[in-house]
């Protein structure tokens, strides 16, 4: 099984992430709601996480050469 490579926009995905969490501190969030909105935002940690891997990787390369 190969693994399919998502492109993500950093910017959108990291205000994404940071309005799910807001919509958990506003207080009593709906459980179906918020189940969701959890799974899109290990979702969205997953490939921002990728992200900055990619880049750290990019950065010690350029330094390397």
Request: hydrophobic share 35%; glycine share 4%; charged share 50%.
């Amino acid at each position: 099984m190969t693994k399919k490579k998502i492109e993500i926009d950093f910017a959108k995905s990291f205000a994404e992430l940071e309005e799910i969490a807001a919509w958990f501190e506003e207080g009593e969030p709906d459980l179906d709601e918020g189940m969701k909105r959890y799974e899109r935002a290990s979702e969205l940690a997953k490939g921002l996480k990728e992200k900055l891997d990619e880049a750290e990787n990019r950065i010690k390369e350029i330094k390397n050469s």
